[in-house]
């Protein structure tokens, strides 16, 4: 998934420096990824994918017409991408020397619990991001966050999840999840941090951005644009 929370589970396949299932990723398809994506930039725009993993967005946006670089550290996941521009870096030191449009910083990567990485994950989406571009963040909603319990937590393309465990400590919440398929069972756990809108606007400053409006009801998704 790139650099970022980092995973330790059991499953089938390979794993990668971050402990993230490969196979696991290679089956779960793009969730509401796309749709916010094709709200704010225009088909046949340039996508900038960080933690691109097995390319779940990736596909989904060239489908949609956009131009897409894929970014992960992990070479196994990158294997599965088509379609787009691979490239096999760490999120936290990516610099290609170019803009786009849009650059995703999905898969709630910023509630990853270190501030250090959290401002060095914006740093990039600043590098990276062309005036007048975008960028597209994805958290876990703070009104939720701290009411995670455990149980089904959905299904998609015939994976079931479930929350085995959450313990909260502070404004951490530290989570297993188990994932079944028909042919194999995965467990990840992971920790996440919440991040409100103060703690959010805090770290867009910090990074050279500022918050340009929330995109969906449920303030998930932020779009950044440069300060």
């Keep these: 998934m790139g650099s970022a929370i980092r995973f330790t589970g059991t499953g089938p396949g390979a794993r990668t420096r971050d402990g993230c ?5 290679r089956r779960v398809p793009a969730d509401d990824e796309p749709e916010i994506v094709a709200g704010v930039v225009p088909a046949g725009g340039t996508v900038l994918d960080l933690g691109a993993g097995a390319g779940r967005v990736a596909h989904a946006l060239v489908a949609l017409g956009y131009v897409v670089t894929a970014v992960d550290n992990s070479a196994e996941m990158l294997a599965h991408v088509r379609g787009a521009e691979t490239v096999l870096a760490d999120i936290e ?3 290609l020397g170019r803009g ?3 650059v995703l910083l999905a898969s709630t990567l910023i509630n990853f619990p270190e501030a250090a990485t959290r401002a060095a ?4 989406c600043r590098r990276h991001v062309r005036p007048g571009g975008a960028v597209l963040i994805q958290r876990r909603n703070p009104e939720t966050f701290m009411a995670l319990r455990p149980g089904p937590a959905g299904e998609s393309a015939g994976v079931r999840d479930f929350i085995d465990s959450v313990r909260h400590e502070g404004r951490l919440a530290h ?3 188990r994932s079944e398929a028909a042919d194999a069972v995965w467990t990840q756990s992971f920790t ?5 809108d103060r703690q ?3 770290a ?3 990074a050279g951005l500022r918050l340009a409006r929330w995109l969906d009801a449920r303030r998930r998704w932020a779009l950044a644009v440069p300060a």
């Design 21 to 25: 299932s490969v196979e696991l990723y």
């Design 93 to 95: 030191t990516l610099d």
């Design 100 to 102: 786009f449009d849009a």
């Design 121 to 124: 994950l914006l740093a990039a």
């Design 175 to 177: 989570i297993t999840v």
């Design 192 to 196: 996440c941090e919440l991040i409100d």
């Design 200 to 202: 959010l606007d805090e």
């Design 204 to 206: 867009l400053g910090e």
